[in-house]
T-cell receptor, first 113, second 116 residues
Framework: NAGVTQTPKFQVLKTGQSMTLQCAQDMNHEYMSWYRQDPGMGLRLIHY???????DQGEVPNGYNVSRSTTEDFPLRLLSAAPSQTSVYFCASSYSGRIYEQYFGPGTRLTVT | GDSVTQMEGPVTLSEEAFLTINCTYT??????LFWYVQYPGEGLQLLLK?????DKGSNKGFEATYRKETTSFHLEKGSVQVSDSAVYFCALSGAAGGTSYGKLTFGQGTILTVHP
């Protein structure tokens, strides 16, 4: 099993550009989520999904969109990048009954200039 | 809302020293508590958990006890190794029926560096 994979690993964007961060898992997990990690602030939940076709907002959803058309994939879209979105982004997945035991991807380091 | 507060870091220790990383939380009801670890260049991994008061979670020599009376979940290890150098996150998942049930709330993380 590859676990949770994320692409790209690094990305530099200019203000106003859009892009999609990819996330995929091969563990048949129902629950998937996106976090951003900023220095001194821990991880903050952006969006999450409890299954294909179902998504919901987390703590910091503004400026981001998600969709979940399959169990395996959960892409995160930045609609119009801003410097405040410079961060490290982590995708995670778990079984619905064990949401605390989330498996994290290696992260995407995004810089917006 | 729910929140988690960790001791400020970074923490620097010599190999075989005793480790304590403090964690306190604010939540309604009886949340579940966790410690996650992030090794350099990697995503987070679940280290240990406790789901009810007075439970002790343990893994890889690390321990933490769920103290409802002090709303704490301090991480301890009796003898750290260089390989324990990482960032440690305390987290909680809200009690069933609450708005934060099924979601993880993280502390800010504590950087641990262990020197030989």
């Amino acid at each position: 099993n590859a676990g949770v994979t994320q692409t790209p690993k690094f990305q530099v964007l200019k203000t106003g550009q859009s892009m999609t961060l990819q996330c995929a898992q091969d563990m048949n997990h129902e629950y998937m989520s996106w976090y951003r990690q900023d220095p001194g602030m821990g991880l903050r939940l952006i969006h999450y999904s409890v299954g294909a076709g179902i998504t919901d907002q987390g703590e910091v959803p503004n400026g981001y969109n998600v969709s979940r058309s399959t169990t395996e994939d959960f892409p995160l879209r930045l609609l119009s990048a801003a410097p405040s979105q410079t961060s490290v982004y982590f995708c995670a997945s778990s079984y619905s009954g064990r949401i605390y035991e989330q498996y994290f991807g290696p992260g995407t380091r995004l810089t917006v200039t | 809302g729910d929140s988690v507060t960790q001791m400020e870091g970074p923490v620097t220790l010599s190999e075989e020293a005793f480790l304590t990383i403090n964690c306190t939380y604010t939540a309604t009801g009886y949340p579940s508590l966790f410690w996650y670890v992030q090794y350099p260049g990697e995503g987070l991994q679940l280290l240990l958990k406790a789901t009810k008061a007075d439970d002790k979670g343990s893994n890889k020599g690390f321990e933490a006890t769920y103290r409802k009376e002090t709303t704490s979940f301090h991480l301890e290890k009796g003898s750290v190794q260089v390989s324990d150098s990482a960032v440690y996150f305390c987290a909680l998942s809200g009690a069933a029926g609450g708005t934060s049930y099924g979601k993880l709330t993280f502390g800010q993380g504590t950087i641990l560096t262990v020197h030989p």
